[in-house]
């Protein structure tokens, strides 16, 4: 047990002194959520939509008004066509409408091609309303949305906090083996411990107590700054989010285990993960909606271990439903291919490295 | 002869380093069509099956309005073509308790197996019914039940919404209330691109490449100097005739040249593959591609300055190199940022060379004076260049 | 015979913060020879040789290159001498034609790569990598490298460590090519054999201090006309130690082996022998041998070269 404990106390040390994975594993994720909550907070929502619109002499002004009050954030009235176009130029109108009595014209702004399908969208809502409006009309029939089980509509930002809390897991299981233990056998600091009587199995261990212990400060402290900078409320089963946090750590360290026995180079693993890493972030649902991809993309995501990742994350912090049985099959998962793979890990470590 | 031997080696070297040429090359072409091919679909008509579940209580006989829902419904679910539906659509078995039904559906709605529950309420109809006679305004409406969380839950939702504002439509012609012939009519216009019309990837296409010559430099430049001096490969320039500035020449040019090389892949790749048309080959527009790279390859020298060690200045390019990237808006706009991260916006030249970049290529209306865009980079270099000619050290010290 | 001399160092000190790497030393090259500075790690000599090579700037004292008197050394200078480097790495993903050309090019007339790769036998290696050489190739580039200016003055820092006795031998072998072309070599090592081979002058330096200098033959002269016979005492070192001194001048002990320094051979085996028989000590491994540059150096500081 002495060795185990002082195989913690140097993996410990070792962490903290090295800045820059201690800036990766705490500081990334708060920035990333940072960033993108302050940026996505304003960017293509109706909220802050604001409105030119243009009516030519004789046009039925009332209608217009009355249509399209409460509809965007702001509106603005602009004299000409011209005086519109300008403003849309300058941004200091989102999209524009111009009203001569007979047609309804809506101006885009072609290069805002992310926000333009809001706009869109608001646009023709407005129109079909204008035109039931014109004939004195409202809808007949009507629909309500209502969200099942009773949630707060999860906005963008709340679901991706959680991805991005995945993200830090895989990134801290993957690089703990696929990089930290690629390294130290890269600099002949394994052949060191080999010499000794150490068992490999208590340096794994050491590793796994370590990397847990800052993943969960990590995950924590992300979510703390989620809650109160962007008040979003997560409803977190704290059974959950530990069983999450430990199956797919020893999971994730059990794929940088199979990058590190695949690649002949010490150095080409951590390369490895980090492409990897890379490429799941993207076509994971981290940042952009599965669904939103063409089909072979969402293939794609499907074979992605962070796919499943940040769905149990999401479940685990209570964001997204899903069966209780398919939440505790994804850990299990996790939890088997880490264990699958720590005998390798073990010889790994003794296995005189190749020249 | 050996500012010209020095550049070719350092692009030789860069291009057969594979895992150097992942991050120069196949990771902007990746995103690239990675982006493109997501965000380029964004609002056309999405080629993916949502599972709905439809359970209509008004299914009489006179249930006009429910019928009629329930139809177009039907229609999104026909399969043409042998292409996959737009709706999976679910509906209670005959003689089956709908209310257990909806029940046991939206439980398969909470966990994701539904993207969309649609309820017809018992009345529905009578309520339209009496509301078309000008009763009443009417009082039941279609329940949409969607799942939070889900983006595909809302996209379901938002398409039942447009079938339904689709159904009402039909109705109020059916009661002679509307007058199909009066129909409003609506005019798209575009604005901002000439005559040409205008992509998504025409939007990314500027922001790629800064990335790419940003990542470059940011990376390429300290990786190489550093690793360069730690393997005591620059020692042994050092005891040859060769000096600092002719190195410098040297590898200024050979940085310059991989951004070429990078330009041309990316452009090509935008250009046939993907179809982007963005006037990239005009000379002011080079000039300013020539200026970032530039910029970028002073970002470089200064963390090549600032770190001590290879490892440290990796470590230091990937701290910024996330904050500078984002805040640069180069894949989103900026949209009304908070102080601090404001002042880091304004702060980064990214912003300012981004911004010039698609001002001069027509892919944005340009926000930021010139004299800025010009200005703020030109800072950068100089203070950079000032930095690294005080502090850089050209060989391994003890 | 008395040649002029390409190098001369005067009164050469550097500090590294408090620590004085090298203190006060000077010397002369020879030309045409191979001048070795003999010492072990942390000595100063890569120091020296850092200073001499251009890498450094010594804190005080005089260098003569070419007999031109320099602060520093310039690129002149440069141009007429040709480096190996202890560490001395290229970039991986250069294939070996390629780097010697990038060197050649740093020169204002260097030699052609083809006759470079010709003398370093890699012409079935010219158009691999770097990162795919083995050891031994990868000090023969840069031998290569070194030469690719045909430099009067040579720089060879620890040209063998670290190789395999083959490779070494080749590397010998390539030193003994240069002196007869006609170059000069200046060569740090800590393999005394290496020093004793290939130098005609050595140069001892201990922490910084040049503490003997000349032909490898004068420096173990300068020890006596002393044959030097050894023995493993084993468990019974220790008084055989003590035994041993009375009969015989300069008995030493060092790791089980006694040593013992003397002028009359033939008595000294004699008592040795009869020593033996009287206290049934076997004269294990016994060894007579003349004194090497190792025996120089543990005269002159009473430690080994390599501990």
Known sequence: MTAFRALLRAEAAVLRRDRASLVFTFLFPLLFILIFGAMMSSVGSTESTRLGVVVLDGADRDVLDRVFAGSVAEIRHLASRAELEAAIDRRDVDFGAIWDGVTLGFAFDVRRTQDNFVFDELADGLAAQMDLALQGRSPLLASTVRIAGGEPDASWLTLVVPGILAFSVLSAGLFAIAGHLTSMKQRRLLDRFVVTPMRPTTLLAAIVVVRLVVVAVSTLMTLAVATTLFRIRYDVSWVRYVAFLISATLGTMGMGAVFTLLVRQPSSAGNLANIVSILMMFTSGIYFPVEIMPPFLRGLSRAMPLTYMADAMRYATGVMDMQDSDFWLICGAFLLLGLALLPGLARYIVRPLRR | MAVRSIARAYIITSLRERITLFWFLAFPLLLLVLLTFVFGNVGNSVRTSFDVTLVNFDDGRDARAAAALAGAMATLAATEDGTAPLFVLHLPPVDADRSAFLVSELNELRVGRRAVVVEIPLGLSASVDAAARGAASATLAVEIHKSGGRTGSDMAASIVEHVVAGVDRSLLVQYGLFDESRTLRVERLELGAGARTFRYVDFLLPGILLMGFFTGGLFGVPGTLLFGRERRILRGYWVTPLDVPHYLAGFALGHLGLCAIQFACVWGVARFALGADVPLWRPLVLAALLFAAMTFLAIGFLVAAVARTANGGMALANVVNMPMMFLGGLFFPIGQLPGALRAVMLANPVTYLADLLRGLTGTAAPVLPVAASVGVPLAWIVVCALVAARRLQWDVSR | ?307
């Open chain 3, 1 to 307: 015979m008395h040649r002029p001399s390409l190098l001369r160092v005067d009164h050469l000190v550097k500090h590294y913060g408090d620590v004085l790497a090298v203190d006060d030393i000077s010397f002369s090259v020879p030309t045409g020879e191979v001048f070795t500075l003999l010492g072990p790690n942390g000595a100063g000599k890569t120091t020296t040789l850092e200073i001499l090579e251009g890498l450094r700037e010594a804190d005080a004292g005089e260098i003569e290159a070419f007999g031109r008197r320099v602060r520093r050394i310039d690129r002149v200078t440069k141009e007429r001498m040709g480096v190996l480097l202890q560490e001395g790495n290229f970039e991986p993903y250069l294939r070996v034609k390629e780097v010697l050309r990038l060197f050649a090019s740093f020169f204002r007339a260097p030699r052609s790569p083809d006759d470079v790769l010709r003398e370093i036998a890699l012409e079935e290696k010219a158009n691999a990598l770097v990162k795919t050489l083995s050891g031994g190739q990868r000090q023969r580039l840069a031998i290569g490298v070194a030469l690719i200016n045909d430099p009067e003055l040579v720089f060879l820092d620890e040209p063998t460590t670290g190789l395999d006795p083959q490779a070494r031998r080749n590397i010998w072998s390539v030193v003994a090519g240069l002196t007869a072309s006609g170059k000069t070599v200046i060569l740090t090592t800590h393999y005394m054999e290496e020093a004793e081979a290939l130098s005609q002058t050595v140069s001892i330096m201990d922490h910084g201090k040049m503490i003997a200098q000349g032909a490898p033959r004068e420096l173990t002269a300068r020890l006596g006309q002393e044959t030097i016979v050894e023995f493993a005492a084993g468990d019974s070192a220790g008084e055989a130690e003590q035994a041993l001194t009375t009969c015989c001048r300069a008995v030493r002990l060092d790791g089980g082996v006694i040593s013992i320094e003397t002028d009359d051979l033939v008595a000294t085996m004699r008592r040795l022998l009869d020593w033996s028989r009287e206290t049934g000590v076997p004269l294990a491994e016994m060894a007579v041998r003349q004194p090497n540059l190792e025996d120089v150096f543990l005269a002159l500081t009473g430690r080994r070269l390599r501990d």
